[in-house]
């Protein structure tokens, strides 16, 4: 049968699942890499409770996006049921959701033991009350006996949480796009380079320690080679775009001919902050302002990877 | 086993839109926002001086391998043994992943407010929950015995339905002829509706 | 002025008085009728699906009620009803008058139902009783299959021709009889004429259109009857609206709008080049319409506000046609001249 194609991009899933996509990758990467810091690295109270409290901050904030333009909210107990994962394996959106949930209450388990002794957290009128009671004392020193094992699962959640934003889109078939295993990589390597930058601002402009000097340098050498890895996947989907279907195709033509996709991700939200953080790894910088600024950029830079890739996708429609 | 198939007949749709009236008023969509479960474009097509109207009528294509099941989150959308896929008003949190997974276009959004007009529109609504709604190869009708309410009002016998599993069921050969094609049978959807292309027989 | 009409349609807006029509759902038509959708002879008629909503009247009780008001003389409708379409009036009055001592509903039309139902049955060989129950169930009610229709009246076996001597006729005795009643003209020529098509007043068929000049036709969307009756159903408008400029817009060629600057969806104003009648609508570009013709569907252009979900919808043929009338059939000359085109600003001046 002779047909006339028709290609269209969708307005069901517009900035709001960008932001959901966004803050559930850059909220749980920063909680792994927190509590990753922490049991491995060095023990670092401060930066788990500030990596703990935005992370969780974040998945709230990301899910109320996606809870928020439901069209029957009553409905979502029947994904917040942890048994959603035996009756819908298959549906991404249900282990992501559990993901989320989980990744929540490990984080906050986790970081519970400090803030118990936390003077700052003790302080606070409802908090500190709280965190007095008996059985949240009880609590807290049981997770800080168990904490690596806390730690874990909430590094599972934490990992599963941003490869699920990937794996999400992915599984979409008709868009070519996102109907390709390149997708969760991309949005996995882009949720932990937008989780150190992440970081890397608390740890230069809040926490501000001198003894956390050589942590500094190791995330801006970590999100260095995210960063890189992330323009290496881009490189190859610039090619795998330019040919395979028209819909890949239509894509690409948006895509590499947006300014804003061009100068403003490519450009400003991963060669610019690329740029800067190589001369600080290789030479140092004076002063903060540049680490400060890349961290920004790719912050930015994340979301409109996101934005983007939601925008472009291209539907082939024989009719 | 029954397996539910519709075949379209372009050369013998006639852009009445009868399907659409008739489905409107039988399943209660929501028309006053253009929404519909089965809806007939209407194409130009050709080249040059050889140009045609094309009426090609469309809906949900009850997949084999629906990717819309497979990315719904609460389980709202199911698959009878007959092929038919549905959803359940109850279930659907509307998160409208299943307008993204699915080629066909085929799914679309009733609010609480459609539902507070629809009450208008159509007296007795048959529903109270929102969701993504869809197709259904009027199920209700097929189980007093009745066609599909827009293969019954079809002036032009464009819409035929039928068994698959059944060889002696006309639609079931017209597909078997090869006669009758699925649209985008390459995504592996294994799509039921099945359309007889109508350029042959103009040309 | 009097319209009797099931909407509150444009005519209904100038009428000084309105008779409220039942509408065809809520109607048992008042004869029976061939069923010309096979050959099959064959009957069917219309049954009532709903009851009448409101306060509604049939027509032929309203012609009836009108005949008594304005003549005091209804049997003279009874007696032009029996010459123009042989239902007996003796019978039909009787009918009539009995269903109205039993105070029936629509009297008349159900005295014409009644009546007609029982010549029919009788002609059939069945009773009424029966006609009615074989129609409520099956729709029609085969009177001879084709097959035996065929056997005696296919026309190449017992006539020729449809012509008076059943031949090839180049003479035409019936323009002859109506030259005779008085008729002047080609179009009553009794031999075969060639009468030019004329669309200009000062120029033919061969001289080339303006750059802004078009023929036009027109044709129907089967989301609106003939008669408009079902204009204002909601989920019609809903299709009306769904097909959008295809269906309301004026078409035109891409070639042609592409020289007046036109674009889909563009307001525009079209003026008869030989009546000076002028109507607005919106540009729909389409390669459907010859090149030199403008196409509009006649479902539209109703500009009564209380049909709610169809005016100021689309363009109304009624607007461009003037009132020149074809005199053979009486039917309007709806196509014999052109139109010019001028694309219209958003505010409605010329662009």
Redesign the interface.
């Known amino acids: ?2 047909v ?1 194609m028709t290609y ?1 991009t ?1 307005d ?2 517009t900035w709001w699942i960008a932001v959901y996509l966004y803050l559930g990758g850059l909220g749980a990467a920063t909680l792994t890499v927190t509590f990753l810091t922490d049991l491995y690295l060095k023990r670092h109270p401060c930066l788990v409770m500030w990596g703990a409290i935005s992370g969780v901050v974040m998945l709230g904030l990301g899910s109320a996006m ?1 809870f928020l333009h ?4 009553v ?2 107990f ?2 917040i049921n942890p048994l ?1 994962l035996f ?2 394996p ?5 282990w992501g ?1 559990q993901f989320i949930i989980w990744m929540m209450w490990w984080g906050v388990l986790y970081a519970l033991p400090y803030m118990a002794r936390s003077e700052a957290f003790l302080r606070l009128p409802l908090v500190g009350a709280l965190l007095r009671m008996r059985w949240i004392a009880a609590l807290a020193r049981c997770c800080e006996r168990y904490h690596k094992v806390v730690g874990w699962l909430a590094t599972v959640n934490g990992i599963g949480t941003a490869v699920y934003t990937g794996l ?1 889109l992915q ?4 868009v070519a796009l996102w109907h390709n295993p390149g997708v969760p990589l991309l949005f996995t390597v882009s949720a932990f380079s937008t989780a150190m930058a992440y970081l890397l601002l608390v740890l230069h402009v809040v926490v501000r320690r001198e003894e956390d000097h050589g942590l500094r340098v190791f995330y801006e050498r970590l999100d260095l080679m995210l960063i890189a890895a992330e323009l290496v996947i881009l490189f190859s989907f610039f090619h795998y775009m330019r040919a395979g279907s028209e819909s890949l195709y239509r894509s690409f033509e948006l895509l590499w001919n947006d300014w804003g996709w061009l100068v403003g991700f490519i450009g400003f939200g991963l060669l610019v902050p690329f740029a800067l953080e190589l001369k600080g790894v290789l030479r140092g910088w004076g002063s903060r302002m540049p680490i400060v600024a890349a961290s920004v950029l790719v912050l930015v830079g994340g979301y409109l990877l996101r934005h983007y890739f939601l925008a472009a996708g291209f ?5 | 086993m029954t397996r539910y198939a519709m075949v379209i007949d372009l050369n013998t749709c006639v852009g009445c839109n009868a399907c659409m009236a008739a489905c409107a008023m039988e399943n209660q969509t929501p028309v006053w926002k253009d929404r519909w479960r089965t809806y007939v474009h209407d194409k130009e097509i050709g080249t040059a001086e050889e140009v045609h109207r094309r009426f090609f009528p469309r809906l949900c294509n009850h997949c084999d391998n629906p990717p819309c099941l497979t990315v719904c989150p609460t389980g709202a959308t199911y698959q009878l043994d007959n092929g038919i896929v549905l959803v359940d008003d109850e279930l659907c949190m509307g998160c409208r992943a299943c307008a993204m997974a699915c080629p066909y276009d085929a799914r679309y959004e009733v609010t609480f407010a459609d539902i507070e007009r629809g009450r208008d529109f159509y007296g007795d609504l048959q529903r109270e929950r929102p969701s993504m709604d869809k197709c259904t190869f009027c199920a209700h009708r097929l189980e007093q015995g009745l066609e599909p309410a827009c293969v019954q009002t079809c002036v032009g016998s464009a819409r035929m339905f039928g068994d698959l599993h059944d060889p002696e069921d006309p639609v079931a050969r017209l597909v078997a002829s090869g006669v009758a094609r699925p649209l985008l049978s390459h995504l592996g959807t294994r799509p039921n509706v099945y359309y007889i292309g109508d350029l042959k027989r103009r040309g | 002025m009097i319209a009797i009409d099931v909407l509150p349609s444009d005519t209904a807006a100038w009428a000084d008085v309105i008779l409220p029509n039942s509408t065809y759902l809520e109607r048992d038509e008042p004869t029976l009728y061939g069923n010309g959708v096979n050959h099959d002879l064959a009957l069917t008629t219309r049954y009532a699906a709903i009851d009448p909503l409101f306060d509604t009247e049939e027509i032929p009780d309203i012609l009836l009620e009108m005949t008594r008001i304005l003549s005091g003389e209804p049997d003279r409708l009874l007696e032009w009803v029996e010459a123009m379409t042989g239902m007996p009036a003796a019978p039909v009055r009787a009918a009539w008058e009995r269903l109205r001592a039993e105070g029936a509903p629509s009297p008349f039309t159900h005295a014409c139902r009644e009546v007609s139902f029982r010549l029919s049955a009788e002609r059939a060989g069945t009773t009424s009783a029966e006609l009615d129950r074989v129609l409520r169930e099956r729709g029609i009610f085969t009177e001879q299959p084709r097959e035996q229709v065929l056997e005696h009246a296919a026309m190449p076996r017992r006539l020729p021709l449809p012509t008076g001597s059943g031949r090839v006729e180049y003479y035409s005795s019936l323009f002859d009889s109506l030259r005779g009643m008085g008729a002047e003209g080609p179009h009553f020529s009794v031999l075969a004429t060639h009468i030019p098509a004329r669309c200009r007043d000062n120029a033919d068929m061969a001289a080339p259109l303006g750059a802004d000049e078009f023929y036009f036709t027109y044709g129907k969307t089967p989301t609106v009857s003939y008669a408009s009756t079902n204009s204002n159903n909601p989920v019609l408008a809903a299709v009306n609206r769904f097909k959008g400029g295809t269906y309301t817009g004026i078409w035109i060629h891409p070639d042609r709008a592409a020289r007046l600057d036109i674009v889909t969806g563009d307001p525009i104003r079209l003026t008869n080049t030989r009546s000076g009648q002028t109507a607005t609508g919106h540009a729909y570009i389409t390669r459907l319409v010859h090149r030199d013709a403008l196409f509009i569907y006649s479902s539209f252009g109703a500009e009564n506000p209380a049909l709610t979900r169809s005016h100021g919808l689309g363009t109304a043929t009624n607007k461009l046609v003037p009132y020149r009338v074809e005199p053979v059939v009486g039917g309007f000359r709806s196509q014999e001249f052109t139109l010019r085109v001028q694309k219209l600003d958003n505010s409605g001046g010329a662009a």
């Open positions: 049968m002779d006339t269209a969708q069901y899933w996606l439901l069209l029957d909210h409905a979502v029947s994904v959603v009756r819908k298959d549906a991404w959106i249900a959701t999400l599984s979409f078939p008709a539907y082939a429609h024989p009719w």
